[in-house]
């Protein structure tokens, strides 16, 4: 579940189950969305992006949805495995030519065995 | 074969002193970007060069002067260190400017005592 102040939102998952990250965007002129992966003392990690003329992509064990009618971005992981957890980042571009990504909190994923 | 390196990984200094932070990536990318993440794992964008020229340039103290020699370095100066400078700043480039998949470096964490 979520929580506040100086800790960021934390997902458990079971080993093998399907994890669902979900971001909310701020800026309905977005139309660019990414996500990565930022392992402990590591850089963010590309995994998978989404422009918004699609509503969904699929990449190797992900899949991102976007619902631009409620401004949502969810990242699914399929079979979960110890090497996932990490923090997951959303970022979106406003509309912005130059490429300037504005990044969410972040999501915790802890994968339990 | 790094994509994206930075140097050093750590850098300690004390209040007031000047400091330096580079960054070379070799994917023959045209875009470099500057990044700073918090104590809260909160990253955000500092500055971004587009084949050596500065494209944007958020609000950032004028202590911190990024350099761009070549389209594969961006280097970052800070000067007269400030405690809430302490943070990991992450260099990131992508093919050209736009909505582009950024890759990150593995980060400098700086400690400013």
């Known amino acids: 579940g979520e929580s506040v102040g100086l800790h960021l939102p934390t997902l458990s998952v079971q080993e093998g189950d399907n994890s669902i990250i979900n971001c909310a965007y701020s800026?309905?002129?977005?139309?660019?969305f990414i996500w990565y992966k930022q392992e402990s003392g590591k850089g963010p990690q590309f995994i998978i992006d989404?422009?918004?003329?699609?509503d969904k992509r699929q990449g190797q064990r992900v899949t991102v949805l976007l619902n631009k009618t409620v401004k949502h971005l969810s990242l699914q992981i399929a079979a979960t495995q110890p090497g996932d957890s990490a923090v997951y980042f959303c970022?979106?571009?406003?509309?912005?030519?130059?490429?300037?990504?504005?990044f969410g909190a972040g999501t915790q994923v802890v994968v339990t065995p | 074969d790094t994509a994206v390196s930075q140097t050093p990984k750590y850098l300690v200094t004390q209040m007031g002193n000047d400091k330096s932070i580079k960054c070379e990536q070799n994917?023959?990318?045209?875009?470099m970007y500057w990044y700073k993440q918090d104590s809260k794992k909160f990253l955000k964008i500092m500055f971004s060069?587009?084949?050596?020229?500065?494209?944007i340039n958020e609000t950032v103290p004028n202590r911190f002067s990024p350099k761009s020699p070549d389209k594969a370095h961006l280097n970052l100066h800070i000067n007269s260190l400030e405690l809430g400078d302490s943070a990991v700043y992450f260099c990131?480039?992508?093919?050209?400017?736009?909505?582009?998949?950024?890759?990150f470096g593995a980060g400098t964490r700086l400690s400013v005592l």
């Open positions: 990131a480039s992508s093919q050209v400017a736009g909505k582009n998949i950024q890759y």
């Open positions: 800026n309905s002129a977005s139309d660019y």
């Open positions: 989404i422009r918004s003329n699609m």
């Open positions: 970022a979106e571009n406003k509309g912005d030519s130059w490429g300037k990504l504005q």
């Open positions: 994917l023959g990318h045209d875009t």
């Open positions: 060069y587009n084949n050596k020229e500065l494209i």
